[in-house]
């Protein structure tokens, strides 16, 4: 059981560097007891709640250059969140690199927001004040105030965004990527008149593998030449922030939805042909630079194949970051030269390719299934964003469904699309593809009843976003909720759909007219081993029913970010720091009564708000939670 103590397993410090007649790094460094955890800034939401950086006197004074790095997180999979968490063990350095503009400036000050974990998790916030009044700066008008990425990056301890695992995988999707743009009817058909040309047109053997193979480097120079450009417009860390943004969320929506239909068959993205015939003109000239054109040429030509699958890689690697872009269009180009190279050294091997044909516009049709599905993806990230409840778990399931079980129809001949050919069966690896899609649409049936999916994890919005949250007409308790009484004022139903209040003062008030207990339960959204004891404990009969009958739940999260009305907002007597948010108050009243800050925090009060046992923390034992309860009721 915990004791009431505040814990301080984070001890940060601080420091101010000029680095230049008007630059300053601003360091802070947090020092974290063993077995404790914190949580980078960029950790995926739903699950605990990231790092933050608020520099309070910007405006006039300074501005951000780049973003506020950090040490490298270490990526663990959260089975009570079903996302992966980015967290620090040991030690963090966040940096902060910054342009001064007012040269009067005497301080800056900087708030952060953290969570802490272990068996409990703690809201810990910090204020910093860099005293710059010995420093001189000089502030021109002439000076260039928005600092490339690559001077952020060369700053000390700054970490790559895109960890090897993640550079690996975009490298793999895109190669796969690449050679299924390989088999779509725009490409496909090249690859034996491209190479003929240059097994006839060359002098010798030697010198056609020669040009077929500066003919695979100049496709995979153009596409990575493209993923440098991206990059360097948007810069390295600019497309990370951007895939966060709700509307790039849903241009990237709109973007792939055209994309989708295109591959489906309403119609072509083409690039104007006048491109294409100036590039032709270019390939006449022969020689390398002949080659390249010819390479450029069969990019543009190719487009309408390629150019929704290079835009949807490009987008992808958006949300990674960094040099993600490069990786994609590399592994992407390598695949698409590959072949042409190959079969150039081996002409042999271009009679056992299959002929051209109905299935290469089959495969470009299946693309567009899975376009249209990522689509959503994208949609449901902007509507977490905004809290919207649009795309609930159980509505992007459904979509899901709809789609791959359309595509299952498709590929088992009984859904025609414009530019398909007649036919009277269907192939045998058609068939077990399209085996394999109805049996994936089939396992995400089970999800619109409260099965996790883990194959998905991270695609569908979390459990907690949704119409029922375990399950389809269901309770956690596993009763369907066809009975349930109409809410008292302020209440809601929480976990197991027990009768919750999240205002201690209302909760109070509606426990005395009850003539009930009330158990306080300090929390938190992002809480892990709250949501630990509401699945492994509170779930128990011998405790829910205890929970149902006898108590009024009072649950007071300490992470809820809603800003307080400004004549609510105070100084804590206790912490001297300034109460903002919903989660500072109760926060600041766990600490203020109770002197602990760590969450779970739970107590048992009776009817008038008066303790009647000793708070308790984290208790994963059922028997031992139930006796606790009891005792607090004796």
């Not at 939401?45 to 040490?71: A, H, M, R």
């Not at 900087?110 to 916030?125: F, L, R, S, T």
């Not at 710059?132 to 700066?137: A, D, E, P, V």
């Not at 009060?605 to 939670?625: C, I, Q, S």
Request: charged letters at 15%.
């Amino acid at each position: 059981m915990a004791q009431a103590q505040i814990l301080t397993p984070a001890k940060w410090k601080s420091s101010a560097e000029k680095i230049s007649d008007s630059e300053v790094l601003l360091t802070f460094t947090a020092t974290i007891e063993k077995d404790w955890h914190m949580f980078s800034q960029h950790t995926p939401d739903g699950g605990s709640l990231p790092t933050v950086f608020d520099y309070l006197n910007q405006p006039g004074n300074y501005s951000l250059v780049g973003e506020t790095t950090e040490s490298p997180y270490k990526k663990v999979y959260s089975d009570i969140f079903e996302v992966d968490e980015y967290i620090f063990e040991d030690e963090v350095q966040f940096q902060q690199k910054i342009k001064i503009e007012n040269k009067n400036i005497k301080n800056i000050e900087v708030y952060v927001e953290y969570q802490i974990c272990k068996e409990a998790c703690i809201q810990g916030d910090e204020t910093f004040t860099f005293d710059l009044s010995g420093m001189n700066f000089t502030v021109s008008e002439q000076q260039n105030k928005a600092v490339v990425a690559t001077a952020q990056d060369a700053a000390p301890g700054n970490p790559t965004k895109v960890d090897d695992l993640s550079i690996l995988s975009i490298f793999i999707i895109s190669f796969f990527s690449g050679f299924a743009a390989l088999l779509t009817p725009c490409v496909f058909p090249m690859i034996p008149m491209t190479v003929s040309f240059f097994t006839k047109q060359s002098k010798t053997k030697a010198k056609g593998i020669r040009n077929a193979i500066f003919y695979g480097i100049s496709i995979i120079i153009i596409y990575v030449v493209l993923g440098l450009l991206v990059t360097a417009i948007f810069g390295a860390d600019a497309l990370n922030a951007l895939s966060t943004n709700v509307w790039f969320n849903v241009i990237f929506f709109i973007i792939l939805f055209i994309f989708a239909t295109s591959f489906l068959g309403a119609f072509e993205i083409m690039l104007p042909n006048s491109w294409a015939n100036k590039v032709d003109k270019q390939a006449d000239r022969g020689g390398f630079v002949g080659i390249l054109f010819m390479a450029l040429a069969l990019a543009i030509v190719s487009f309408s194949c390629t150019g929704p699958i290079v835009g949807t890689l490009l987008v992808e690697a958006a949300s990674k970051g960094g040099i993600a872009p490069v990786v994609g269009m590399f592994g992407f180009s390598l695949a698409l030269a590959l072949p042409f190279m190959l079969f150039a050294m081996f002409p042999g091997w271009l009679n056992t390719l299959p002929k051209s044909g109905g299935w290469l516009n089959a495969v470009k049709v299946s693309l567009g299934f899975l376009e249209l599905a990522l689509a959503f993806k994208f949609l449901s990230n902007a509507d977490l964003v905004l809290q919207l409840g649009w795309l609930t778990r159980e509505v992007f399931l459904v979509i899901w469904i709809v789609i791959f079980g359309a595509w299952a129809m498709y590929l088992f001949g009984k859904l025609t699309l414009p530019h398909d050919s007649p036919q009277n069966s269907i192939s045998v690896w058609r068939l077990y593809l399209a085996l394999l899609v109805t049996m994936f649409t089939v396992y995400l049936v089970p999800g619109l009843w409260g099965a996790p999916l883990q194959l998905i994890s991270g695609f569908p919005p979390p459990m907690t976003y949704a119409e029922s949250p375990y399950g389809v007409g269901y309770s956690k308790a596993g009763g369907i909720l066809d009975n349930r009484v109409a809410l008292p004022e302020g209440a809601k139903y929480g976990a197991h759909d027990l009768l919750t209040f999240t205002d201690y003062e209302t909760g109070l008030a509606y426990a005395k007219r009850e003539n009930k207990h009330i158990l306080l339960d300090f929390t938190g959204y992002a809480c892990v081993n709250c949501r630990r004891m509401e699945d492994k404990v509170w779930s128990k009969p011998e405790v829910l029913n205890l929970l149902r009958d006898q108590f009024v739940i009072i649950s007071l999260y300490v992470d809820d970010k809603q800003e307080l009305p400004e004549n609510e907002q105070y100084v804590s007597p206790t912490t001297g720091k300034k109460i903002r948010t919903v989660g500072n108050k109760w926060s600041d009243y766990q600490i203020t009564r109770y002197h602990a800050n760590a969450q779970p925090y739970y107590i048992v009060l009776n009817k008038d708000g008066v303790d009647t046992n000793k708070p308790v923390g984290y208790v994963p034992d059922v028997a031992e939670y139930k006796a606790w309860l009891e005792s607090g009721l004796k």
